[in-house]
Protein backbone atom coordinates (compact mmCIF):
# COMPACT_ATOMS: atom_id res chain seq x y z
CA UNK A 1 0.00 0.00 0.00
CA UNK A 2 2.81 2.43 1.24
CA UNK A 3 4.58 1.65 -2.18
CA UNK A 4 1.78 2.42 -4.09
CA UNK A 5 0.84 5.67 -2.26
CA UNK A 6 4.41 6.47 -3.33
CA UNK A 7 4.35 5.29 -6.66
CA UNK A 8 1.27 7.61 -7.10
CA UNK A 9 2.24 10.41 -5.99
CA UNK A 10 5.76 10.32 -7.94
CA UNK A 11 3.45 10.35 -10.86
CA UNK A 12 1.54 13.38 -10.47
CA UNK A 13 4.73 14.83 -9.18
CA UNK A 14 6.55 14.24 -12.33
CA UNK A 15 3.38 15.52 -14.35
CA UNK A 16 3.34 18.74 -12.33
CA UNK A 17 7.11 19.31 -12.86
CA UNK A 18 6.30 19.18 -17.09
CA UNK A 19 3.18 21.02 -16.73
CA UNK A 20 3.42 24.80 -17.79
CA UNK A 21 2.84 27.57 -14.51
CA UNK A 22 -0.16 29.02 -15.42
CA UNK A 23 0.69 33.21 -17.05
CA UNK A 24 -1.31 34.99 -14.98
CA UNK A 25 -0.78 33.52 -11.69
CA UNK A 26 2.85 34.66 -11.93
CA UNK A 27 1.54 38.33 -11.18
CA UNK A 28 -1.91 37.61 -9.74
CA UNK A 29 -3.26 36.00 -6.63
CA UNK A 30 -6.39 34.36 -5.62
CA UNK A 31 -8.53 34.81 -2.77
CA UNK A 32 -5.25 36.65 -1.43
CA UNK A 33 -3.16 33.37 -2.16
CA UNK A 34 0.28 33.95 -3.49
CA UNK A 35 -0.03 31.19 -5.95
CA UNK A 36 3.54 31.15 -7.26
CA UNK A 37 5.00 30.71 -3.39
CA UNK A 38 2.28 28.58 -2.93
CA UNK A 39 3.07 26.31 -5.94
CA UNK A 40 6.71 26.25 -4.59
CA UNK A 41 6.25 25.41 -1.22
CA UNK A 42 4.03 22.22 -1.83
CA UNK A 43 6.17 20.83 -4.48
CA UNK A 44 9.26 21.19 -2.58
CA UNK A 45 7.82 19.45 0.45
CA UNK A 46 6.18 16.60 -2.09
CA UNK A 47 9.80 16.31 -3.43
CA UNK A 48 10.93 16.11 0.47
CA UNK A 49 8.77 13.24 0.57
CA UNK A 50 9.06 11.14 -2.43
CA UNK A 51 13.11 11.45 -1.29
CA UNK A 52 12.46 9.95 1.76
CA UNK A 53 10.51 7.44 0.54
CA UNK A 54 6.91 8.77 2.12
CA UNK A 55 8.15 10.12 5.22
CA UNK A 56 8.05 14.14 6.07
CA UNK A 57 9.36 16.22 9.15
CA UNK A 58 7.07 17.94 11.40
CA UNK A 59 7.95 21.29 9.39
CA UNK A 60 7.10 20.16 6.25
CA UNK A 61 4.12 17.97 7.30
CA UNK A 62 2.87 21.41 8.73
CA UNK A 63 3.56 23.35 5.74
CA UNK A 64 1.57 20.88 3.77
CA UNK A 65 -1.97 21.27 6.45
CA UNK A 66 -1.07 25.31 5.73
CA UNK A 67 -1.04 24.28 2.00
CA UNK A 68 -3.90 22.50 1.42
CA UNK A 69 -6.12 25.13 3.44
CA UNK A 70 -4.77 27.69 1.21
CA UNK A 71 -5.46 25.41 -1.72
CA UNK A 72 -8.88 24.90 -1.06
CA UNK A 73 -9.60 28.55 -0.36
CA UNK A 74 -7.81 29.72 -4.29
CA UNK A 75 -8.91 26.73 -6.41
CA UNK A 76 -12.46 28.10 -6.71
CA UNK A 77 -11.42 31.93 -7.61
CA UNK A 78 -9.41 30.38 -10.80
CA UNK A 79 -9.95 29.35 -14.64
CA UNK A 80 -10.64 26.00 -15.42
CA UNK A 81 -6.35 25.13 -16.25
CA UNK A 82 -5.85 26.88 -13.57
CA UNK A 83 -8.06 25.23 -11.36
CA UNK A 84 -6.36 21.87 -13.15
CA UNK A 85 -3.28 22.92 -12.57
CA UNK A 86 -3.60 23.62 -8.51
CA UNK A 87 -5.77 20.32 -8.04
CA UNK A 88 -2.85 18.04 -8.88
CA UNK A 89 -1.08 19.97 -5.89
CA UNK A 90 -4.06 19.69 -3.97
CA UNK A 91 -4.21 15.82 -4.26
CA UNK A 92 -0.81 15.17 -3.91
CA UNK A 93 -0.94 17.26 -0.41
CA UNK A 94 -4.32 15.05 0.41
CA UNK A 95 -2.35 11.87 -0.45
CA UNK A 96 0.28 12.59 2.00
CA UNK A 97 -1.68 14.21 4.46
CA UNK A 98 -4.45 11.39 4.70
CA UNK A 99 -1.43 8.13 4.51
CA UNK A 100 -3.78 5.31 6.10
CA UNK A 101 -0.98 3.77 7.52
CA UNK A 102 1.16 6.35 8.91
CA UNK A 103 -1.41 9.29 10.30
CA UNK A 104 1.28 11.31 12.41
CA UNK A 105 4.31 13.43 11.01
CA UNK A 106 7.51 12.22 10.16
Same mark, same amino acid.
Given at each position: ??????????????????????????????????? *??????? &??????? +?? %? =??? *??????? &??????? +?? %? =????????????????? +???????????????PR
Open positions: MAEDLVRAVAELYEEHRRAAFPPRLKVDDAHGVEM *VGLDCRV &TGCVGTW +LE %N =RGR *VDNRRWD &TLAECEQ +LL %N =RAIPALDEAEAFYYRRL +LTMTVLILEKPDDPQ
